[in-house]
């Protein structure tokens, strides 16, 4: 039998939340919201989590990778380049 006053938890608890005030360049804040938005999180929910993946990147424990675009199609440029040099039967002629 249970009783009513008292409702356990399984999980970590949750560490007490605290508010933090920054000012940053408007097209950083509107970037932020954008996101925010997307993802249908608050702008607060955004900023925590984009704070989150900051500092576990810097502490080398990201899960995550954000490479620039045009860093991404010169890699797979490269990488076709390379597989047809080596293999010329892929090029499909």
């Known amino acids: 039998m249970s009783n009513p006053q008292f409702e ?7 560490l007490p939340r605290r508010s933090l005030s920054a000012r940053v360049d408007g097209e950083i804040a509107d970037e932020i919201a954008k996101q925010a938005a997307q993802a249908g999180v608050t702008t607060s929910q955004m900023v925590e989590r984009l704070l989150s993946e900051a500092l576990a990147a810097r502490a080398g424990q990201a899960e995550t990778v954000t490479i620039n675009l045009a860093d991404l199609h010169r890699a797979i440029d490269r990488a076709a380049r390379a597989a047809a040099v080596s293999n ?3 090029d499909g002629n």
């Open 8 to 14: 356990f938890v399984l999980g970590p608890i949750p």
């Open 88 to 90: 010329p039967e892929v």
